[in-house]
């Protein structure tokens, strides 16, 4: 074959080589590039949306643009996709380091609380002077919570004391699972005016978190308790009881919050049995509204009820107190 004729036929040999190969590549389903159907613009939108690191402001932003562009659906999954498991990484991050804060925590470390005041004075037909404070301290760990709590009510009418009374406890908690939980508590109170200058408590037992979100929290718990009471008139009894508790925090809108905290102990001669109404039964209760004033302040009004079902000689059973007060969160 000649030279030429033999150079025309590889030419056209290495065109239709290179002309089938699509063809073939086609045929075989290579897949073929796709550009992205998303306008720029929106996935501006998106990535800025991505940068805040909520949740709530990337779904609502990733929902509109499904709407918009039904055709991009696929590609917006994706960036949602890449931004949850972006989320949850940081989430898991910031939990591992605050768990090992905790635990590296010394004794006097992360500790919060609220004091609260409240004053009254009144003069001409009656001359009457009231006071009321409070203290809680809060130090919450990754098993461990500790509660202390402090309480003062002093009035006097007429240059006469007609109320005193004194509370102090502390009830550190372990957490056993997530909504069980064990409780010790030790307990003082004082209040002459309803017979008795001294009582301790000591109590031990199980709680659980019945409801555990961010605007309503529910817990109970119930236990044995040693009391010991120290009276007026100079007589002493100490005895075996049950104690039942409650706790109850409610965020009904935004900055008021109702607060029910209801404590009863009841004696039956000696025996350890949840016996309402037996020869000594006691209830504290105090049904509290909370309204956010700042950061730090706010008001507090409250009404509490302590009854004693077996008052000493020339004593009332129920003693109840309204306050209102001014709160200070730190």
């Known amino acids: 074959m000649p030279l030429r004729l033999r150079s025309l036929s590889l030419v056209s040999l290495c065109l239709a080589s290179g002309l089938a190969a699509p063809v073939l590549a086609q045929e075989e389903g290579a897949p073929e590039p796709v550009k992205s159907a998303l306008p720029d613009p929106v996935r501006a939108m998106l990535e800025a949306a991505a940068e805040t690191g909520d949740a709530a402001t990337f779904g609502a932003v990733a929902a509109t643009a499904k709407k918009t562009n039904p055709d991009s659906a696929a590609e917006i999954a994706a960036l949602e996709k890449d931004f949850n498991e972006a989320r949850r990484e940081r989430e898991a991050l910031a939990a591992t380091v605050k768990e090992r804060e905790l635990r590296e925590a010394g004794l006097f470390d992360n500790w919060n609380g609220r004091g609260e005041i409240g004053a009254f004075r009144s003069t001409g037909n009656s001359d009457n002077l009231g006071l009321t404070a409070a203290l809680s301290l809060d130090r919450e760990g990754v098993d461990w919570t500790h509660k202390l709590r402090g309480r003062a009510d002093y009035q006097r009418s007429r240059g006469i004391t007609s109320r005193e009374q004194y509370f102090a406890s502390y ?32 109590s031990g037992g199980l709680g659980y978190k019945v409801v555990e979100n961010d605007s309503l929290q529910l817990s109970v718990k119930g236990g044995p308790a040693l009391r010991h009471t120290e009276f007026v008139n100079g007589d002493n009894e100490s005895s075996l009881a049950a104690l039942l508790g409650v706790d109850f925090d409610w965020t009904f809108a935004e900055g008021l919050k109702l607060t029910q905290d209801a404590n009863a102990v009841a004696e039956a001669g000696g025996q350890a049995v949840a016996l309402i109404g037996g020869p000594s039964t006691t209830l504290s209760l105090i049904t509290g509204l909370d309204a956010k004033v700042s950061d730090r302040i706010s008001t507090r009004f409250s009404y509490s009820v302590d009854y004693d079902s077996d008052p000493p000689l020339n004593a009332v059973s129920t003693d109840t107190l309204t306050r209102f007060t001014l709160v200070y969160g730190f």
């Open 171 to 202: 009830e550190p908690r372990y957490q056993i699972e997530d909504r069980l939980f064990a409780y010790g508590l030790g307990q003082f109170e004082s209040n002459v005016f309803q017979g008795f200058d001294q009582r301790y408590a000591v």
